[in-house]
């Protein structure tokens, strides 16, 4: 006798239904016995049996048809179906077999043989079904972890961020005192490339390596960056030589987001015309990246407050960008910018410094773009 009831479902001719009744009954199974297929299909659903016993021929039923649905129920699809039939009734057998019966029994039923079947069609039932369970039990494991991995790892993303965002304000306090500006300017950066239909990849890399675009400002004298007026062409000279700097200091990284930094250190101030430093190269020839953050990092200079200077006015901002088209800047990534135009004076929210606008008569924007 089981040590656990199996419940079995038997459908189909009524005094072999009993017989086979009477043969399981004192073995210890839990038997629901139905009419007709349609009652079997209805019964299965909510019985939840271990095993089918389909005794033909079944009242207005279909037998194959009836396998069928068994096949495909989400609760009876593992269940193993054994179809009882007399010995004239080939074509049934046939038509079972191509509809997935697992096994036959042959009227009149043998008790013996029976309960062999059984047994061995449970067995290998109880062992699917530990199959299955294990599956769902590894794929569940797997989910957590990969779950809680994923966690790490955007921890470490986001401490990674944090840790650029600190070391690059180093240059940052050093310069201007606005620590705030790598952030900005660096949503600046992949809102516009997004926007241009670079990679998530490209543009979380972007993300990372846009704020460390003047690490190398951290070599600059004091006296020439706080400088409070226009720098004389020696001074100059040596400001330019932060980007340099800058790509010394980021030179053979092996991370993709410091590869990228580092081209970007060392082109941020090149221009679209070829006017720029510290190479003076022009066109695609700038790396994107590095035209991108070129237009994010002045647009942010224009509208931010510096010791030097008062905030521009977006409207301000916005013209001095468009005429720097083609001239300053990527044609391309202007239309870009444009095209985010309200994105960033809504969303990203950075505009409340509109009280003290910039007086026109000022040529504060002489040190916008050292």
């Not at 016995?33 to 271990?50: C, H, I, M, V, Y």
């Amino acid at each position: 006798m089981p040590e656990k009831k199996v419940r079995i479902l038997v459908s189909g001719d009524e005094s072999v239904s009993h017989l086979l009744g009477e043969m399981l009954l004192p073995a210890g199974y839990d038997l629901l016995l139905t009419r007709n297929g349609e009652e079997a299909l209805t019964k299965s659903k909510t019985a939840f049996p271990q095993l089918i016993l389909l005794v033909s021929p079944l009242t207005q039923t279909d037998v194959a048809e009836l396998i069928k649905k068994f096949k495909l129920g989400i609760v009876t699809r593992s269940v193993p179906v054994i179809l009882v039939s007399s010995p004239e009734e080939a074509d049934v057998r046939i038509k079972a077999f191509d509809a997935g019966v697992d096994d036959f029994l042959t009227r009149p039923v043998d008790k013996l043989e029976l309960m062999v079947r059984l047994n061995s069609l449970l067995k290998v039932k109880a062992y699917n079904d530990h199959l299955s369970t294990y599956k769902n039990e590894i794929e569940a494991e797997v989910g957590r972890r990969t779950e809680s991995l994923k966690q790490d790892i955007e921890k470490v993303k986001v401490a990674s961020l944090d840790t650029i965002y600190r070391l690059s304000r180093a240059a940052e306090y050093k310069d201007e005192d606005t620590g705030a500006h790598v952030q900005r300017m660096s949503h600046y950066s992949t809102a516009i490339a997004r926007k241009m239909g670079m990679s998530e990849e490209l543009v979380e890399c972007l993300l990372y390596a846009s704020p460390m675009h003047d690490i190398g400002k951290i070599g600059i004298p004091d006296a020439i960056l706080k400088k409070p007026g226009k720098l004389d062409d020696a001074e100059f000279a040596i400001m330019k030589t932060h980007t340099v700097i800058g790509a010394s200091i980021l030179k053979d990284g092996t991370a993709d987001f410091m590869k990228m930094a580092e081209g970007i250190t060392i082109s941020h101030h090149e221009k679209w015309n070829g006017t720029g430093y510290p190479n003076g190269i022009k066109g695609t020839d700038i790396p994107l990246e590095g035209r991108i953050v070129a237009m994010a990092d002045v647009f942010d200079a224009l509208t931010s407050e510096r010791p030097y200077k008062k905030p521009f006015p977006p409207e301000k901002a916005f013209a001095i960008i468009s005429e720097g088209k083609g001239t300053h800047f990527d044609p391309d990534v202007v239309d870009a910018f444009f095209d985010i135009k309200e994105e960033l004076l809504g969303n990203l929210g950075f505009w409340n410094f509109l009280s003290e606008p910039a007086a026109e008569g000022q040529k504060q924007e002489e040190k916008l773009f050292p």
